[in-house]
């Protein structure tokens, strides 16, 4: 004969918080925003590694990239080329802006100019390496009191062009870029933006060939040494050899372009450099 069933009085074992949390139903709001919150700490955590982890290849290809315009706006660049056999043609000097003088191997504040290491745009923002603008037609802010500037010379050693580093601010971004002057130090060869984030179609016409292609020539000066170089609709007194067409559509870019020009190409920017380009003395 079967014993008698007996009553289960046992204590079920006590769930954790964990347990308990996954048996909340899958509507719960707090399991809802808990999921959620994990979620994004892990895709961010990913994104973070992958930034870290490819850091280096994006600052190497920000310097490539830097290479290429220097070499494309002397008008050396070939597609196919060897960007970096191109580049090394070219000599880095530190300039000092006040007095145009290279300050290459200077030590400012514990701090040695090497102009292949020298960073402008940290440099704009140390400190100790430059000033705040109280005239600022260019819209920077600061103004570092030193800039790398880049030498392309013949093979006889005589000067051909000058690379110069500039930038302001347009519509909606700041145009980094660089002009490349001739070894008379008033003839524009060329002017090319790498970096901005004008409007597709209107300010973006910046990087279009035919609008660059209207720099080639221009003068920066005229016989009595006025900065004339202007960017705008209608040709100016000076005429036409100190003016480029403003971007169709695009008069506050155009505006931007001609205010940063006439800023690095006057007193308060490379001017004393370029005295020295034309006194022969580079």
Not at 34 to 46: Q, R, T
Not at 68 to 91: C, H, L, P, R, S
Not at 181 to 203: C, S
Not at 240 to 245: A, N, Q, S, T
């Amino acid at each position: 004969m079967n014993p008698p069933l007996r009553e289960d009085t046992s204590v079920p074992p006590r769930k954790g918080p964990i347990r308990r949390f996954l048996d909340t139903p899958p509507d719960n709001t707090a399991k809802t925003v808990v999921i959620a919150l994990g979620l994004c700490l892990v895709a961010s955590m990913v994104v973070s590694a992958a930034a870290v982890s490819l850091r280096p290849l994006q600052q190497e290809n920000a310097a490539l990239d830097k290479q290429v315009n220097i070499v494309e706006v002397a008008g050396k660049y070939e597609e196919g080329m060897d960007v970096a056999a191109a580049f090394a043609a070219f000599e880095p000097h530190v300039v000092e802006l006040d007095t145009g003088a290279f300050a290459d191997g200077a030590e400012i504040e514990g701090q040695v100019l090497d102009p292949l290491t020298f960073d402008d745009r940290a440099a704009a923002e140390d400190l100790t390496l430059s000033a705040p603008l109280d005239d600022d037609p260019a819209g920077i802010g600061r103004q570092a009191d030193y800039v790398t500037v880049y030498l392309l010379k013949n093979d006889d050693g005589s000067l051909d062009k000058v690379i110069l580093p500039v930038y302001g601010y347009g519509l909606w971004s700041t145009l980094y870029g660089f002009i490349a002057v001739e070894e008379d130090g008033n003839t524009i060869y060329g002017l090319q933006f790498y970096e901005h984030a004008e409007t597709p179609g209107l300010g973006a016409e910046v990087d279009n060939p035919r609008w660059k292609a209207l720099w080639r020539g221009k003068k920066l000066r005229d016989d009595e040494g006025d900065l004339e170089i202007n960017v705008g609709k209608a040709v100016t007194a000076a005429g036409p050899e100190y003016h480029v067409d403003a971007l169709s559509g695009a008069t506050l870019t155009s505006r931007g372009v001609d205010n940063l020009v006439r800023f690095w190409m006057g007193e308060a920017g490379f001017e004393p450099f370029l005295e020295r380009v034309r006194a022969g003395e580079i």
